[in-house]
């Protein structure tokens, strides 16, 4: 999608908003590598889940939307073999980086795992080139909804599919909307402005179907399906939330308390997951997301 219509600092400006995406998801690079192994113990059924929806197997093409620090890429990458091919792409160059690295390292029997820095709105990718294309939480970041289902349907071939997890409602998935709540009222934050996306910008189905309709896919089907996310200690959260939120988040807690090691926010954000704790001193987190399906008309 391309706007040319300037917007004073309250309106939402598409262009600042990607600007901000790009240089937040930079920054958080690292951190979501540090924290990936932990991630995945609710992430990795999520993209069992998506990778069975698609029907993937050994020899397709595979594409990977929104990809971070690699998943699913990677593990399909292993998945479709040597005979197949991965192509991952993600709006932070630092994401992309990350994953070429990690492309690397993988088995002589995987894949071929490129790795590209794209826009899902504006992919410019070889059409009709995929079998199935893959997105674990990415696609919630699009401003056009209808532009980016419609660049992956163009890249699908025709019988192609897309199984993407998308958040449904915050209150559904405390893993991530716990901490964010907290940061929300002790920081005061604004609403943003009308438009601007954000995790839970996919949580209508009815909306969600008729854009991916009206992009052109056919079949379409929105399930739920419950990451198991869980933590060993309040103190895993509080790791989590400082070394996976954008950078204007603690500037903002450095500004308002004076550091951003600030003990209150951060008391508040451990104390925030305790109700979760059960009998056995596990933090568990279900957090319930949207599986969207949807297929090329063959
Ligand atoms: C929550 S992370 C998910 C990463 C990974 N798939 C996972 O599940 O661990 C969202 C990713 O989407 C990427 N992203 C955001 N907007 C995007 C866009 N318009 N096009 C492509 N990637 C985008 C971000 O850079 C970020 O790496």
């Known amino acids: 999608m391309t706007t040319t219509k300037s917007s004073s600092p ?8 990607k ?27 999520v993209s069992e889940r998506l990778i069975a929806a698609a029907g993937i197997r050994p020899g397709q093409r595979v594409l990977d939307i929104g990809t971070g620090v690699g998943e699913p890429a990677l593990g399909v990458a292993e998945l479709v073999g040597a005979d197949g091919a991965v192509t991952a792409v993600d ?35 070889p059409e009709n080139s995929f079998d199935a294309a893959l997105s674990r939480w990415g696609l919630m970041f699009a401003v056009d909804h209808v532009a980016a289902f419609g660049a992956i349907a163009r890249a699908l071939r025709p019988g192609g599919v897309l199984a993407a997890s998308v958040w449904g409602e915050p209150q559904d998935a405390p893993m991530v909307s716990t ?15 009308a438009g601007e996306p954000s995790p839970y910008s996919m949580a209508d189905n009815t909306k969600t179907e008729a854009e991916l309709r009206a992009a052109g896919f056919a ?18 959260y509080v790791e989590f939330y400082r070394t996976c939120s954008p950078p204007g988040l603690l500037t903002m807690i450095e500004q308002k308390f004076g550091s951003q090691d600030d003990p209150g926010t951060w008391d508040a954000i451990a104390a925030s997951v305790e109700p979760f704790r059960e009998a056995d001193g596990v933090i568990r987190l279900p957090s319930r997301t949207r599986v969207l399906r949807a297929v090329v008309p063959g």
């Open 10 to 17: 309250g309106e939402f400006s598409p262009t600042r908003f």
């Open 179 to 193: 901490g964010f709540r907290v940061l929300a009222e002790r920081l005061d934050l604004p609403k943003p402005p």
């Open 91 to 125: 709006l932070s160059e630092e994401m992309v980086r990350i994953v070429r690295r990690r492309a690397g390292e993988l088995p002589e029997s995987a894949g071929g795992l490129e790795a590209l820095q794209g826009d899902v709105e504006t992919l410019e990718l």
């Open 19 to 45: 600007a901000t995406q790009r240089a937040n998801w930079d920054a958080m690079s690292g951190g979501w590598l540090t924290w990936q192994e932990k991630f995945e113990r609710g992430a990795t059924p």
């Open 219 to 236: 079949e379409v089907e929105i399930t739920d399906f419950v990451a198991p996310f869980w933590l060993a200690d309040p103190g895993e």
